[in-house]
């Protein structure tokens, strides 16, 4: 039982160290597609203007992510209001799947 224990615990950790290190990852390869694009836009790196267009692009990323969250939560809530679902434990599913959409 303690071997299963350990076993578990290292592929548990292995699970989340790759986790992370994929957001890493992604937010790395993100980065490099805004220098890209800033560039192919005729800025110029260390500059102003530079620097305005990555955090142009990064607001607008972060607009469309809270856009639809937004939308998300929104057809959570409409979907819960039309439900025939009733009892005890339909009203405890709709909750959770309110609180995971519009956390």
Do not use: P
Not at 22 to 37: A, F, G, M, P, V
Not at 55 to 77: A, P, S
Request: glycine share 6%.
């Amino acid at each position: 039982m303690k071997k299963f224990l350990i076993l578990f615990l290292i592929i548990l950790n292995g699970c989340a160290n790759s986790n992370t290190e994929s957001k890493i990852n992604i937010k790395e390869k993100q980065r490099n597609e805004d220098i890209l694009t800033c560039k192919h836009y005729g800025f110029q790196m260390n500059t102003a203007e530079f620097s305005n267009c990555l955090m142009n692009l990064d607001h607008k990323r972060n607009e469309i992510i809270m856009t639809r969250k937004i939308l998300k939560c929104q057809n959570v809530r409409r979907d819960n209001a039309n439900s025939v679902v009733t009892g005890f434990w339909g009203g405890v599913l709709m909750g959770l799947r309110e609180n995971l959409a519009c956390d």
